[in-house]
DNA sequence: CATAAAGCTATAGTATTACTATCGTTATTA
DNA sequence: TAATAACGATAGTAATACTATAGCTTTATG
């Protein structure tokens, strides 16, 4: 799997870098350092300046690839969702049963991070965790409209399609297929927060992911009827 | 129904703000304008130095009511679910049936916002769209744990435990009853946004707020079983 | 192999933000 | 009337989020 995986790169939306940083190894390593840096430090306090120096760089280096710290936090998880998506083809393939691919679904978006999935310069269980804390912050501006014209949100808006046509073909006369799937991915990620910070939001314990499975696939297949 | 709340204050933590602006005519002045002033420029472009001087007054009179902007969002919000509350208790108040008491829960969770229920100095509908579009920001930081302790969230946890009980109450022995219901409030506030402004990832029409209730209420039931 | 172009480093500078501090004036209350 | 709380005016600070520019390397191309 690493050898086949090492030949395949994850396709992320041209306008949300000014200079792909795929292509040179400053920019994979902007990338793998920034991911690290916004994890410890958390989006606020996270800073180019920072950042450069973690990377025996300077600020205009960095702002070649990204023109903002917000674009960066694009670039990432839009990054994320082509690799969830990546996954979720990979592991529905040849799976006749849309049910049983459902099941794959909620069971990538709860976030098994497999092993052997993973991309050299990018750290998969911090990027995971970059995406429950601070995905919101991208959508939750009053730019969303202008980011969203230029296909920031591509990424994440391809995969809940994917879902959501696996939702249809179960039962093509739910209403909301396109509501419950972005429904599942946004409560996957906040439960997860919940359960780590705010426990009595939630009944899922700290680090028990088989319980946001099981809550997650009931609610969706009692609500689609199967 | 207008006199009778015109005596009843709606209470916040005292850990949210410095001193209570609901004590004084600045302070009311400085909450009515921040809801305007925050949903006419989104958190990231308010500042207090805007805010003070769109009420005629310096950044350190306000600075004596709040702390910072990151306290007074949380004041706003903390009034908010409050606000929720109080109309929540209000309007199941004498009603037998928990499935009844539930279904108005998740209709004011989902913002039917009652004109006849409001407070001079709070624009509801303006701090709605705060709270849809801002209110994530609140717990998404570093400091959610300290913040957490010092009770920033109190109002919040407390409506969603009066909700789940009513869950209890109609199915004992389901098992995510808080996870469920913050699902609901949480999933009332993106799907509104995503309607708005991302509306391949919903199935809900902007300003049809009904289909958001029936979206919302057929989850419930079904996953709870009823 | 020369040369241009691209990419990077280094440095400097700016407007704004999110505060903190101080002090004199005004309003309230005891 | 005296004390005290609240407010306004002004000043100042460290950090942030950039922008600009100039010179130096590395890489690609002819």
Same mark, same amino acid.
């Given at each position: 799997?690493?050898?086949?995986?090492?030949?395949?790169?994850?396709?992320?939306?041209?306008?949300?870098?000014?200079?792909?940083?795929?292509?040179?190894?400053?920019?994979?390593?902007?990338?793998?350092?920034?991911?690290?840096?916004?994890?410890?430090?958390?989006?606020?306090?996270?800073?180019?300046?920072?950042?450069?120096?973690?990377?025996?760089?300077?600020?205009?280096?960095?702002?070649?690839?990204?023109?903002?710290?917000?674009?960066?936090?694009?670039?990432?998880?839009?990054?994320?969702?082509?690799?969830?998506?990546?996954?979720?083809?990979?592991?529905?393939?040849?799976?006749?049963?849309?049910?049983?691919?459902?099941?794959?679904?909620?069971?990538?978006?709860?976030?098994?991070?497999?092993? @052997?999935?993973? =991309?050299?310069?990018?750290?998969?269980?911090?990027?995971?965790?970059?995406?429950?804390?601070?995905?919101?912050?991208?959508?939750?501006?009053?730019? #969303?409209? @202008?980011?969203?014209?230029?296909?920031? =949100?591509?990424?994440?808006?391809?995969?809940?399609?994917?879902?959501? @046509?696996?939702?249809?073909?179960?039962?093509?006369?739910?209403?909301?297929?396109?509501?419950?799937?972005?429904?599942?991915?946004?409560?996957?990620?906040?439960?997860? =927060?919940?359960?780590?910070?705010?426990?009595?939001?939630?009944?899922?314990?700290?680090?028990?992911?088989?319980?946001? #499975?099981?809550?997650?696939?009931?609610?969706?297949?009692?609500?689609?009827?199967?």
């Amino acid at each position: 799997m690493r050898n086949l995986l090492a030949n395949i790169k994850i396709k992320v939306d041209e306008k949300v870098y000014l200079k792909n940083p795929d292509t040179s190894e400053k920019g994979r390593h902007i990338v793998e350092q920034s991911i690290l840096l916004i994890d410890e430090l958390g989006l606020e306090s996270f800073t180019f300046k920072k950042l450069a120096e973690k990377i025996g760089t300077t600020e205009a280096t960095i702002y070649r690839y990204f023109e903002s710290k917000h674009m960066l936090l694009s670039y990432l998880i839009s990054w994320y969702w082509s690799w969830l998506e990546y996954r979720l083809v990979f592991a529905t393939n040849n799976i006749r049963s849309a049910e049983e691919r459902l099941k794959i679904a909620i069971g990538i978006l709860s976030g098994k991070v497999e092993l @052997d999935m993973n =991309f050299a310069h990018v750290d998969e269980v911090a990027l995971q965790k970059i995406v429950v804390a601070e995905s919101a912050k991208v959508y939750l501006t009053k730019e #969303v409209d @202008d980011n969203n014209r230029e296909g920031f =949100f591509y990424s994440y808006k391809r995969f809940c399609k994917r879902v959501a @046509d696996i939702v249809r073909e179960i039962n093509p006369a739910y209403k909301f297929p396109a509501s419950l799937v972005s429904t599942v991915a946004e409560t996957a990620h906040y439960q997860k =927060f919940f359960s780590l910070h705010l426990p009595s939001l939630t009944n899922i314990s700290d680090n028990k992911e088989s319980q946001l #499975v099981e809550f997650l696939t009931e609610m969706v297949f009692k609500t689609i009827g199967k």
